[in-house]
C-alpha cells in the first residue's frame, strides 16, 4: 500500500471555509464536511494541525474602519473570532471519533490550553489532531503567518493552504474561462508577481523553513488525502516549483 507523501501536515483555513457560499458565521454542514475531510487524513496515519481564520465572524482589520474602534481592538477581536471557529471545528472533530486538543495564542484556561511548542508536537504523536487559535496572538499580524510560524515550530513537512478552488490559477477562474492552474511554483514567483496566495511574511517564512505550501481546494470531497498521497489538484509552492 502506498505511503502517504507528507507525515506531519498544518492545514491554514479561512473563516470562510466555515460558513455556507455566500454567507457569514458557522453552517453545521460545512463544518461536518471540513471535519470528514481531515478525518480521511488521520486514518492514513498522518499527524495534522490546523489554524482557522476567523473572517467568518469579525475580520479585524476590517471592523475598526468607520467605527470608534481602534485597529488594535479590531485585531484582537479577530483573534477572539478564531478562538469561537476553533471551538466549532474541535467539536465537530470529536463528534466523529477524532481525538483533538485546542491551544490558543492567547491565555484562556477555562476554554483550551495555552499554545506550548512541545506539548503541541505530543500531542501530534499521539495522533490527535491539534488546533491552533488566536493567530500568534499579536495584532497586526494575519492568520496566514500564524499558519506558517506554527507550521515552522512543529516542524510540519507541509502547509496545505485551504482555498475556493483547486490551486493557483493565471487568472481568476471563476470569472475567466481561459484560465489554467499553475502546478508548480517557487516561493519567488509568489513574492516578485504578488501573487495573492498568502501574505508576504507568510511565504517568507515558509521559504526560510523550508517547508512547502499546497494550494488546495478542501470542498472537492477526498482532495486533502489525495495530495496527501502525492496525487489530487493542487499547487505546491517551493524553493525549486
Request: aromatic share 2%.
Amino acid at each position: 500500500m502506498a505511503k502517504p507523501k507528507y507525515q506531519r501536515v498544518l492545514l491554514k483555513i479561512s473563516g470562510e471555509g466555515l460558513c455556507a457560499p455566500g454567507k457569514s458565521g458557522i453552517d453545521g454542514d460545512q463544518l461536518l464536511r471540513l471535519a470528514e475531510e481531515i478525518k480521511l487524513v488521520v486514518e492514513l496515519g498522518v499527524q495534522v494541525c490546523a489554524v482557522v481564520g476567523g473572517g467568518n465572524i469579525v475580520r479585524g482589520s476590517d471592523i475598526a474602519k468607520g467605527s470608534q474602534i481602534e485597529e488594535t481592538t479590531g485585531h484582537y477581536m479577530g483573534m477572539l473570532a478564531t478562538v469561537i471557529n476553533a471551538l466549532a471545528v474541535q467539536d465537530t472533530l470529536e463528534s466523529i471519533g477524532v481525538a483533538t486538543r485546542m491551544q490558543s495564542a492567547l491565555a484562556i484556561e477555562s476554554v483550551c490550553e495555552r499554545f506550548i511548542r512541545r506539548r503541541a508536537i505530543r500531542h501530534l504523536e499521539k495522533g490527535r489532531v491539534v488546533i491552533f487559535a488566536a493567530g500568534t496572538g499579536n495584532p497586526f499580524v494575519t492568520t496566514d503567518t500564524g499558519a506558517a510560524l506554527r507550521a515552522t515550530e512543529v516542524r510540519a513537512d507541509v502547509l496545505l493552504k485551504a482555498t475556493k478552488v483547486d490551486g493557483v490559477y493565471t487568472a481568476d477562474p471563476e470569472t475567466n474561462p481561459d484560465a489554467t492552474r499553475i502546478e508548480r511554483l517557487t516561493y519567488n514567483d509568489i513574492l516578485d508577481k504578488r501573487l495573492a496566495v498568502m501574505d508576504v511574511s507568510a511565504i517568507d517564512l515558509c521559504q526560510r523553513a523550508g517547508i512547502p505550501i499546497l494550494v488546495l481546494n478542501l470542498r472537492q470531497p477526498g482532495n486533502m488525502r489525495d495530495v496527501i498521497m502525492g496525487s489530487g489538484a493542487g499547487t505546491i509552492i517551493s524553493a525549486d516549483g
